[in-house]
């Protein structure tokens, strides 16, 4: 298998890199959450945003990129966001555009002759880091030419669960199709991120992920669940977690990321067009989440029902 081939082959979710090593994480420590009956109607995180006199300016929905077929996550609210908004708002904008994600992937990700990966976790990981690459059919080989961060991904995605063709992101998108949409980062400026991390950070990545993958196997589809109830809290908490527990991994993973993104959106809020703004779920909640960030600039963020 060539280097193209097998980083094209880790990625079942086109590059929306960064939920799906929160998704790794969040899987493994929702274990304690308070889980909504199955019969409860969904409820994902959606808030509205109002300038201080009470003047709507926007919508903010947290995402969630992979979603089993089927799954019901669309609430009245969400519906009537996605009617009245005038554009959209989202980290990735051209994720139909799998040839362009899948170059940009691989020149990004591939490095030749690197170390095996097994040494490039703690010894104490190398049995369950074998386990996890034969649960997921890999071929350690295939390892030589990638990226440590890159092959934290592969590994992340062994037990997850849902489709990333039904993810919320997707969906909105084609909602927005014929009016404007604009991206926060793009596809090269998210997998950049994780490109520019020293190596010591990128293989504090691939242990957590592979600490976790046990809790994670146990039950993939808790974070789905909680997603769907919009449990803030639990969200919030699960992301100061693992890795993300490392300052040195969650500026430039999280927090920068936010920063950035509310230093863009402020503008964009104050002009005439009412966007609705879809991010990962992760990126909203928390005191150095978006909706406190947007607070702190003097807008009125409520959470709609």
């Given amino acids: 298998m060539s280097v193209r081939e097998g980083t094209a082959q880790t990625q079942r979710s086109g590059v929306q890199v960064t939920l799906l090593l929160l998704a790794a994480l969040l899987l493994a420590l929702l274990a304690g959450c308070r889980e909504p009956p199955p019969d409860d109607p969904p409820n994902p995180l959606l808030y509205e945003i109002a300038s201080a006199d009470g003047t709507v300016e926007g919508w903010m929905l947290g995402t969630i990129h992979a979603l089993p077929e089927g799954t019901r996550w669309r609430t009245p609210a969400i519906t009537q966001a996605v009617s009245e908004a005038d554009l959209l708002v989202v980290e990735i904008a051209a994720l139909d555009d799998s040839a362009a994600l899948s170059r940009t992937y691989a020149e990004l990700s591939a490095t030749p002759g690197l170390p095996p990966l097994a040494a490039r976790v703690p010894s104490d990981l190398a049995d369950p880091l074998a386990k996890l690459m034969a649960r997921g059919d890999l071929d350690p080989a295939r390892f030589g030419a990638t990226e440590t961060w890159a092959a934290a991904i592969a590994l992340a995605q062994v037990d997850a669960t849902g489709d990333p063709a039904n993810g919320v992101d997707r969906a909105v998108l084609r909602d927005f199709a014929g009016r404007p949409v604009r991206e926060l980062e ?120």
Wanted: charged share 25%; net charge positive.
């Fill in 186 to 305: 793009g596809a090269r400026g998210q997998l950049s991120l994780f490109d520019r991390l020293p190596e010591t950070q990128q293989r504090a990545m691939l242990a957590a992920v592979v600490r976790e993958s046990d809790k994670t196997r146990a039950d993939p589809e808790r974070l789905q669940r909680a997603w769907l109830a919009g449990d803030a809290d639990t969200i919030e908490q699960a992301t100061r977690e693992g890795f993300l527990a490392d300052p040195a991994l969650r500026e430039p993973l999280l927090t920068g990321r936010n920063q950035r993104w509310a230093n863009a959106l402020v503008p964009l809020l104050g002009q005439q067009p009412r966007p609705l703004i879809a991010v990962g779920t992760a990126h909203l909640v928390g005191p150095e989440g978006l909706v406190a960030l947007l607070e702190a600039q003097g807008y009125r963020v409520r959470r709609l029902p």
